[in-house]
């Protein structure tokens, strides 16, 4: 009997060693592509929460420490360390779309984000080779705690979801990912430049894969996709939407100006 999407998608997310988990989500994208899962079949709850390593340990984003003097190797190894962060956030992210509401969609979306899985893993991945190349590892510093936010509040809404986590947190991505590209460069550090271009094209079709299924759940429930975007944006999103944007990466992602600008930003976030 082979095993089902669910079950498959659970146990990469109760998987906490960061390095296992980018493997197993690697190792599920295979294994579906050879066809040993079963997209319907047994559906046991999904965790709330993904498992996590013993470290990093996760603080609030007030709490978080100084990443040290800007261009120093502290600073830098801080800044990789929170892109792997992220980045393994968004492993568990893809897989729990995947797992969460792949046996009532199309097989074509269990397709898309078991491969941003896989890249999310990926990307993971490079990161820590860059922190291992200077001799730590993901888990030397604390985290960032409240990237699953997100994911809790919109656990029971697959439109949400979608609004949330890649058309507005990994469009964020595409937003800020240039930059540091830059910095990285004007340092001479190509190494860790060509990571983040490598990520930067890989989460333009995440943004994208996004918002082509949003658009698919507008459709079939006869809904108008930019005005429902900006609603649940408003509703789900605590924050501003803030530029500046990357217009012409989010363009090659499907999103034009028109559904993002002035987003979030009616009611500053703490007078909700
Ligand atoms: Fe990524
Ligand atoms: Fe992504």
């Known amino acids: 009997m082979s095993t089902s999407l669910r079950q498959a998608a659970i146990g990469v997310l109760l998987t906490a060693d960061a390095d296992a ?15 040993d899962i079963d997209r319907q079949g047994e559906d046991p709850d999904m965790p709330p929460r993904p498992a996590r390593p013993a470290s990093p340990q996760l603080l609030s984003p007030g709490a978080m420490p100084k990443r040290g003097r800007a261009g120093s190797p502290r600073a830098r190894f801080a800044l990789l360390h929170a892109l792997a962060h992220i980045e393994l956030n968004a492993v568990d992210l893809a897989i729990d779309m995947a797992g969460r509401w792949g046996a009532q969609m199309p097989p074509a979306f269990t397709d898309d984000w078991l491969r941003i899985a896989d890249e999310e893993a990926q990307h993971f ?28 509040a919109t656990a029971d809404d697959l439109a ?106 009616a009611v500053p976030a703490s007078k909700r």
């Open 160 to 265: 949400a979801r979608l609004a949330i986590v890649p058309m507005v947190l990994e469009a964020r991505g595409l937003d800020v990912t240039p930059a540091m590209i830059e910095r990285f460069e004007s340092m001479g550090d190509d190494a860790a430049a060509a990571v983040l271009k490598r990520i930067l094209i890989d989460e333009i079709t995440h943004v994208e894969a996004g918002n082509r299924w949003f658009r698919k759940l507008c459709a079939d429930s006869l809904t108008e996709p930019r005005d429902r975007f900006r609603e649940l944006v408003n509703r789900y999103f605590k924050g501003p939407v803030k530029p500046p944007f990357n217009d012409s990466a989010r363009l090659r992602a499907g999103l034009t100006t028109d559904w993002y600008m002035g987003l979030g930003t």
């Open 21 to 35: 988990k980018a493997q197993a989500a690697r190792d599920l994208q295979l294994r579906w592509v050879a066809g």
């Open 125 to 152: 991945a490079l990161l820590q080779e860059l922190l291992r190349a200077s001799g730590g590892r993901y888990g030397d510093l604390p985290a960032h705690d409240g990237l699953w936010e997100s994911a809790v």
